[in-house]
């Protein structure tokens, strides 16, 4: 566990960085709900960066981006498909995984998908719960369940029902009860 005030600090100096460079990018992960709930610790940092395609894979636009500046080290594991940006001003550094859009969240990272906390871009609620129901969907992790639960009974009314996977929710809410409340309301609201 990390203080999410530190997280927060290593996302708005990436953040400055992929910005300066016109990348399009949202962060995500249990750093949202801490930071949402005012929760002074979270383990889970990652930056979702936009592709394209008149543009090069998000990967390498990071790497690109952070060339040359001395506070970010970049590790790229070709055989897992990974790419982590390694924050180094704190002791300890910090790592935040880069996600290619579409792969993880929305494919396209704008105003309706993203939005402002503590001036960081992260994904919209909608956008949340929907990348981390298809996360849970694949390997059912107790974090990401508890995320789910969090941010559905919180933020239900700021949820677009058309952006989940209705199927996906119903099993969700089966397996983990105390989401039901905010699923049962959200589906009030859209009169289902």
Same mark, same amino acid.
């Given at each position: 566990?990390?203080?999410? =005030?530190?997280?927060?600090?290593?996302?708005?100096?990436?953040?400055?960085?992929?910005?300066?460079?016109? &990348?399009?990018?949202?962060?995500?992960?249990?750093?949202?709900?801490?930071?949402?709930?005012?929760? $002074?610790?979270?383990?889970? &940092?990652? /930056?979702?960066?936009?592709?394209?395609?008149? =543009?090069?894979?998000?990967? !390498?636009?990071?790497?690109?981006?952070?060339?040359?500046?001395?506070?970010?080290?970049?590790?790229?594991? $070709?055989?897992?498909?990974?790419?982590?940006?390694?924050?180094?001003?704190? &002791?300890?550094? &910090?790592?935040?995984?880069?996600?290619?859009?579409?792969?993880?969240?929305?494919?396209?990272?704008?105003?309706?998908?993203?939005?402002? %906390?503590?001036? %960081?871009?992260?994904?919209?609620?909608?956008?949340?719960? !929907?990348?981390?129901?298809?996360?849970? +969907?694949?390997?059912?992790?107790?974090?990401?369940? =508890?995320?789910?639960?969090? +941010?559905?009974?919180?933020?239900?009314?700021?949820?677009?029902?058309?952006?989940?996977?209705?199927?996906?929710?119903? =099993?969700? /809410?089966?397996?983990?009860?105390?989401?039901?409340?905010?699923?049962?309301?959200?589906?009030?609201?859209?009169?289902?």
């Amino acid at each position: 566990m990390q203080e999410t =005030q530190r997280l927060v600090e290593a996302a708005a100096a990436l953040g400055g960085v992929l910005r300066s460079s016109a &990348i399009p990018h949202a962060f995500y992960g249990s750093l949202v709900t801490a930071v949402l709930s005012n929760n $002074p610790f979270s383990d889970e &940092i990652l /930056c979702i960066v936009e592709g394209g395609l008149n =543009q090069s894979h998000p990967f !390498r636009r990071v790497r690109e981006a952070v060339s040359g500046n001395d506070d970010f080290s970049v590790t790229h594991s $070709p055989w897992t498909n990974r790419l982590h940006v390694t924050y180094r001003r704190p &002791i300890p550094s &910090i790592d935040i995984e880069i996600l290619p859009a579409g792969e993880t969240g929305p494919r396209h990272l704008d105003s309706s998908t993203v939005m402002k %906390v503590q001036n %960081v871009p992260f994904l919209t609620v909608s956008e949340f719960i !929907r990348a981390k129901l298809n996360s849970w +969907v694949i390997r059912a992790a107790d974090r990401d369940a =508890q995320d789910i639960t969090f +941010v559905l009974n919180r933020y239900w009314n700021r949820v677009d029902i058309n952006r989940i996977v209705e199927q996906d929710m119903n =099993q969700f /809410c089966a397996r983990n009860p105390a989401a039901a409340p905010g699923w049962a309301a959200l589906r009030r609201k859209y009169g289902m």
